[in-house]
């Protein structure tokens, strides 16, 4: 059974920056497409970042340069750095995933459809 677990979320001050974490378990990540996504408060969930099994990577316009996926395929992890944090980027953080069958379907794994695979969330808070 696949499990995701997200850590490292808190509460910091704007400009600060908080590193969130989210280890898998129960499947091989060299081959699967990892993502984060977040639902702000009272509005829609939306995608953060993606990182590709080769390494290539996507980030939305509103992280671009801020935030960095990186992933450890050894430990099962993904990553997301986030720097510069501003207190639109306050909301509950999710770690997704889906295996490469899905990327190949779905043409790509930048644009964060088809994930099969979901951590229970993780909140960041960032104050003014």
């Known amino acids: 059974q696949v499990q995701l677990e997200e850590s490292g979320g808190g509460s910091v001050q704007a400009g600060g920056s908080l590193r969130l974490s989210c280890t898998g378990s129960?499947?091989?990540?060299?081959?699967?497409?990892m993502a984060w996504f977040r639902q702000p408060p009272g509005k829609e969930r939306e995608l953060v970042s993606t990182?590709?099994?080769?390494?290539?990577?996507y980030y939305a316009d509103s992280v671009k340069g801020r935030f960095t996926i990186s992933r450890d395929n050894a430990e099962n992890t993904v990553y997301l750095q986030m720097n510069n944090l501003k207190p639109e980027d306050t909301a509950e953080y999710y770690c997704?995933?889906?295996?490469?069958?899905?990327?190949?379907?779905?043409?790509?794994?930048?644009?964060?459809?088809?994930?099969?695979?979901w951590g229970k969330g993780n909140l960041v808070t960032i104050s003014s």
């Open positions: 129960g499947y091989t990540g060299s081959t699967y497409c």
């Open positions: 997704a995933a889906h295996p490469a069958i899905v990327t190949r379907v779905v043409g790509t794994c930048a644009i964060g459809h088809g994930m099969a695979y």
């Open positions: 990182i590709a099994s080769g390494g290539s990577t």
